[in-house]
């Protein structure tokens, strides 16, 4: 198993576009969940989702959306796209949603907005 | 609120000198306590975990209850032991299940 792929590796966007970004979760594992990583500081949950239902969204504008596929990939969505948006997007996957739960994380998709 | 508190942004120390990364977390209840490392130019991945009690790659960490810390301590650096690492928190319950809260990282130099 190659582990959590995401897609792509790099993106530029302008202001006001808007962007699709795409994870695939280790084979088995139904929870997926989304992060934002902002330079110099730790990763901030966005999402969570579960058998393609959401299950936690954090402090994040309604422009962020996501959704779960039955294959249990997993895309993240983001509308009108502001600069503070830039950042390292990160994908993990985990067999539950539990506290317990190892996440196993993606290479991240690194997206710059101009 | 839960938050994670990572005092130090950097940390140099040389190699075969002990290491002592620190972290802090608020949480009310009994949060699930991780440690996450990143060496350059690979994707994050977890180091250990407090439930598990396990030492990994010499690396230890203690869950202090009363001063809320979970310190993550090697007796002898080595140099490949240099990354970033993250200290994190889950939830049992609620808004918290499941998701992680990272403090903001310690970059951690050991030098030869």
């Known amino acids: 198993d190659a582990g959590v792929t995401q897609s792509p590796t790099h993106l530029i966007k302008t202001r006001g576009q808007h962007v699709t970004l795409r994870c695939s979760p280790i084979?088995?594992?139904?929870?997926v969940s989304w992060y934002q990583q902002v330079l110099g500081q730790g990763p901030q949950f966005i999402f969570q989702y579960y058998e393609k239902e959401e299950r936690g969204r954090g402090n994040f504008p309604d422009r962020f959306s996501a959704r779960q596929f039955p294959n249990y990939s997993s895309e993240l969505n983001v509308n009108a796209l502001l600069l503070g948006d830039s950042a390292l997007y990160l994908c993990a996957s985990s067999p539950g949603t539990g506290g317990y739960y190892e996440q196993y994380f993606g290479p991240g998709t690194r997206l710059t907005v101009t | 609120a839960q938050r994670v508190t990572q005092p130090e942004k950097l940390l140099s120390v040389f190699k075969g000198a002990p290491v002592e990364l620190k972290c802090n977390y608020s949480?009310?209840?009994?949060?699930?306590l991780f440690w996450y490392v990143q060496y350059s130019r690979q994707r994050l991945q977890l180091l250990l975990r407090?439930?598990s009690r396990e030492s990994i790659k010499g690396f230890t960490a203690d869950l202090n209850k009363g001063e809320t810390s979970f310190h993550l301590k090697k007796p002898f650096a080595q140099e490949e032991d240099s990354a970033m690492y993250y200290c994190a928190l889950s939830g049992h319950r609620g808004s918290t299940l499941g998701r992680l809260y990272f403090g903001r990282g310690t970059q951690l130099t050991v030098w030869p």
């Open positions: 949480y009310s209840g009994s949060p699930e």
């Open positions: 407090h439930i």
């Open positions: 084979s088995g594992h139904k929870s």
